[in-house]
């Protein structure tokens, strides 16, 4: 399973950025697809997570402001993020959950400045 990653970059506080993640090498329709981030310094955290039935889970930290969707055509998470602050700067690195066995990409780098 390879899970490629996109979307990152410089953006100002209060912009919005779209972040996107293909899946290849298996069909991910079925499991739960997610988006973690890890800022300087601090451990890795949950962003969001959508599920194959499109129930979507939120940190508290991006509720309202950020949206994780799925294109299961496409075996593709995206992740919109609008309203951004300094502290949503980070890598960002999606995952899928095939039954328990969890894969990552590679992080995207978003920087917000402000």
């Known amino acids: 399973v390879q899970l490629q990653a996109s979307g990152g970059g410089l953006v100002q506080a209060g912009g919005s950025l779209r972040l996107s993640c293909a899946a290849s090498g298996t069909i991910v329709s079925m499991y739960t697809m997610g988006w973690y981030r890890q800022a300087s310094g601090k451990q890795r955290e949950l962003v969001a997570t959508?599920?194959?039935?499109?129930?979507?889970n939120y940190a508290d930290s991006v509720k309202g402001r950020f949206t994780i969707s799925r294109d299961n055509a496409k075996s593709t998470v995206y992740l919109q993020m609008n309203t951004l602050n300094a502290e949503d700067t980070a890598v960002y690195y999606c995952?899928?959950?095939?039954?328990?066995?969890?894969?990552w990409g590679k992080g995207t780098l978003v920087t917000v400045s402000s």
């Open positions: 959508i599920r194959g039935d499109g129930n979507t």
């Open positions: 995952n899928v959950n095939l039954g328990g066995a969890f894969y």
